[in-house]
C-alpha cells in the first residue's frame, strides 16, 4: 500500500510538471525580452567648449522610442520611455511579435520629443535625430541582454545649425535620401 502510493505521488508530479511546461508557467518572462538604455542631455553652444562638451543637462521627461522592423521592412514593434531626474531612459522590448522572432539588429532608438521649452531641438549627435540601429548588446548577463547607447542630445534654437545641403528646388526630389524607416 505504500508503494502504490508512492507510484501515484510520482505519477502526479510527473503530470503536474509536464502540464506546467506545456502552458509556459515555467518561461522566464525576462528571457522574452532586451533592453534599450541611455540618457537624454541638453547641449548648450553659448558656454564655453569645454562646458558644451562635458556639462550637459539632463533632461527629464523626454520621449525617447524604439522601432524594430521585419525582413520585409514593416513595423513589428514599437515601445517607447519618459526620461527620469538624471536623464535615463531604459524601454524593454518584446522579442517575439506575432510569434516570430525579432531581430534588435532591426531596430533603431531615436529622439521623439523634448519637455523643455529652451532646449527641444534634436541633434544627430550619435544618432539621435535620424535613428540610430542596435548593433550588439553592451550588457549580456544571465536573462538581461541590455544595448546602452548615447548619450543623445537637444540643443536650442540658438545652436540649431540650419540644413544647408538642399537647395528649395531640390525639396520636391528624395532621390539619393534613405530613411530608416
Not at 515555467?26 to 541611455?38: I, L, M, P, R, S
Not at 514593416?74 to 519618459?82: G, I, P, Q, T, Y
Not at 532591426?106 to 535613428?131: E, H, Q, Y
Not at 542630445?153 to 540658438?158: D, F, L, Q, R
Request: a negative charge; glycine letters at 8%.
Amino acid at each position: 500500500m505504500g508503494v502504490n502510493n508512492y507510484v501515484m505521488f510520482i505519477v502526479a508530479a510527473s503530470l503536474f510538471v509536464l502540464v506546467g511546461l506545456t502552458t509556459g508557467s515555467y518561461v522566464n518572462k525576462d528571457q522574452e525580452v532586451f533592453h534599450v538604455a541611455g540618457k537624454v542631455l541638453c547641449q548648450d553652444c553659448t558656454q564655453g567648449w569645454n562646458e558644451w562638451v562635458n556639462d550637459g543637462k539632463p533632461i527629464k521627461g523626454s520621449i525617447v522610442s524604439v522601432t524594430c522592423l521585419d525582413d520585409r521592412n514593416r513595423v513589428v514593434e514599437f515601445a517607447s520611455d519618459l526620461t527620469d531626474d538624471a536623464g535615463d531612459f531604459d524601454i524593454t522590448c518584446d522579442k517575439y511579435a506575432n510569434g516570430k522572432k525579432i531581430n534588435p539588429q532591426n531596430c533603431f532608438l531615436r529622439l521623439v520629443s523634448s519637455p523643455d521649452p529652451v532646449c527641444n531641438i534634436a541633434t544627430n549627435s550619435a544618432g539621435g535625430k535620424t535613428g540610430v540601429r542596435l548593433t550588439r548588446p553592451n550588457v549580456v548577463y544571465r536573462d538581461l541582454v541590455k544595448y546602452v547607447l548615447g548619450p543623445f542630445y537637444y540643443t536650442t534654437p540658438m545652436c540649431d545649425e540650419p540644413d544647408t545641403t538642399s537647395t528649395p528646388d531640390d525639396s520636391d526630389s528624395d532621390d539619393g535620401k534613405q530613411s530608416n524607416y
